[in-house]
């Protein structure tokens, strides 16, 4: 958990591609004023790769570099970061971990719908279904922050993104910290 928050809690979004990680991300900094991070975006933008992986046909990411270019957009807080992996990530960082899991079947469909080789998706059912990024989050954070959710459905997107508004501003105002142009 970070020190000092002048600006609001870190929440980290995370778990396997397809789950719905963007979509609530980008919601919840939307509804609370907080900034969005895409750290997929983010290494693309500022070239944090380091090698190619030829089997899955991706960039390798150099997480130290990851590091080191988000510590500074973070360590005052304010944040929703959104990634599918989070077990490099310094644990003071965030206030909250939010691991989103669906269906693997409702997972197979979405990461098809986008393309992905069938190498791609197996890897990625088969980490939905050992439930690897809940784990990682388990083990690399203090077990009160983190949450598994389940986001199967808009119903449950929605019930999700009420949660983390409602937490994000019962965390602020336990701090006396106003969010700047939300009125809750």
Known sequence: MVDVHSRGPNVLITGTPGVGKTTLA???????GLTYINVGELAEREKCFDGFDERFQVPILDEDRVVDELEELVKDGGCVVDYHGCDFFPERWF?????????????????ERR??????????????????VLEEARSSYAEDIVREVQSDT???MEQNLD????????????????LEGIER
Do not use: M
């Not at 691991?99 to 469909?109: E, G, I, Q």
């Open 26 to 32: 980008r919601e919840a900094a939307d509804r609370t």
């Open 115 to 132: 393309s992905y080789s069938q190498l791609k998706i197996g890897e990625n059912v088969q980490c939905e279904i050992f439930g690897t």
């Open 154 to 156: 808009p119903e449950q």
């Open 163 to 178: 949660a983390i508004v409602e937490w994000v501003f019962a965390w602020c105002r336990q701090r006396g910290i106003e």
């Open 95 to 111: 206030d909250a971990v939010l691991v989103l899991r669906t269906d693997t079947k409702l997972l197979y469909d979405r990461l």
